[in-house]
């Protein structure tokens, strides 16, 4: 588990929606919209993410809205990125 973890952390496409997610919940078309992806693209990263309990959703109506889903993964990526930085 601890290496997919990191698997997903080290996808870029992963980690613009992970940190996306951090600041608030977003649909699909949102997330696509504000990262410049594609829908299909946005919704496979997701189903990864999902898989490893990384992302959680809520459905409203057709559309399902995606949050982060662990706080320890929130201050691991705060912890990388701020290390990163000081590199």
């Known amino acids: ?6 698997k997903a952390l080290s996808d870029p496409t992963r980690l613009r929606i992970l940190h996306l997610l951090f600041q608030g919940e977003h649909s699909v ?5 504000k990262l ?3 829908q299909s693209t946005v919704s496979h990263q997701l189903r990864f993410l999902k898989n490893l309990r990384l992302v959680k959703f809520r459905r409203e109506g057709t559309t399902l809205y995606y949050t982060h889903d662990d706080e320890h993964v929130i201050d691991l ?6 290390h990163a930085s000081h590199h």
Request: proline share 0%; net charge negative.
């Open 1 to 6: 588990m601890v290496s997919q973890t990191f």
């Open 29 to 33: 078309n949102e997330i696509a919209e």
């Open 36 to 38: 410049s992806l594609l």
């Open 77 to 82: 990526l705060k912890q990388s990125i701020e």
